[in-house]
């Protein structure tokens, strides 16, 4: 069974600083997504990656992926308050299965 | 067309009533996902159909959860006999699954509270 698990859970982190948040996944998928998830708010989709290699920028994120270590990761660059939020990695493997999220928050 | 809409965005209701809850996708998509968070936690998966064919159905849901998409566009879910277990936020998604795959996009979600 597809498992995806995240690390840290927890991140408490000055603003200024570089981060990285990492997601494994147990088998192979078709498609891994990146969400972010503000309190009481649905998820909101950052990034989609499609295959070995791919590498996407968004502002102070960027998501790569290897599928040949399973692995994906967020790298937060210079951090700031506003991006206080959990985040979530989840893999599309017909059905789309999340990790647990991690909670970071931004000192400011 | 204005993303995946769920009906309604909060429901509170007494333990052994049954509840259902709406979820419109965005209108090309031919995938739609059932979800159930709760504080604290990732999405959990509940269901998944593809048209109006649904093809996978977690095993942690009781029998007293049903979802249906009768017609391949707009899709149900239904609670029977509520527990205070069954509070949580419940989420709807949508993609495309086809050439030119699209990513799922989520509704606003259904607030549950059981009282």
């Known amino acids: 069974e597809l498992k995806v698990e995240q690390n840290p859970l927890f991140l408490s982190m000055q603003e200024g600083k570089n981060y990285t948040i990492y997601c494994n996944y147990s088998?192979?998928?078709?498609?891994l997504y990146w969400y972010r998830q503000d309190p009481g708010k649905s998820l909101e989709s950052l990034f989609v990656?499609?295959?070995?290699?791919a590498v996407k920028q968004e502002g102070r994120l960027m998501a790569s992926l290897d599928t040949k270590a399973r692995l994906s990761t967020l790298h937060i660059t210079a951090a700031v308050h506003d991006l206080s939020a959990t985040y979530f990695c989840?893999?599309?493997?017909?059905?789309?299965?999340f990790g647990k999220g991690t909670r970071l928050h931004i000192l400011p | 067309d204005t993303g995946v809409s769920q009906d309604p965005r909060h429901k509170i209701t007494k333990r052994g009533q049954n509840v259902t809850f709406r979820c419109d996708p965005i209108?090309?998509?031919?995938?739609l996902y059932w979800y159930r968070q709760t504080l604290g936690q990732g999405p959990e998966f509940l269901t998944y159909?593809?048209?109006?064919?649904?093809l996978e159905k977690s095993r942690l849901l009781s029998d007293r959860f049903s979802a249906e998409r009768p017609k391949g566009s707009f899709s149900t879910l239904e609670i029977q006999r509520t527990e205070q277990g069954d509070s949580a936020m419940y989420l709807c998604?949508?993609?495309?699954w086809g050439a030119g795959n699209t990513e799922a996009f989520f509704g606003q979600g259904t607030r549950l509270t059981v009282v």
């Open positions: 990656l499609l295959s070995n290699g």
């Open positions: 989840a893999v599309d493997k017909t059905k789309i299965i």
């Open positions: 998604a949508s993609s495309f």
């Open positions: 088998t192979t998928s078709d498609r």
């Open positions: 209108s090309e998509h031919n995938r």
């Open positions: 159909f593809q048209n109006e064919a649904q």
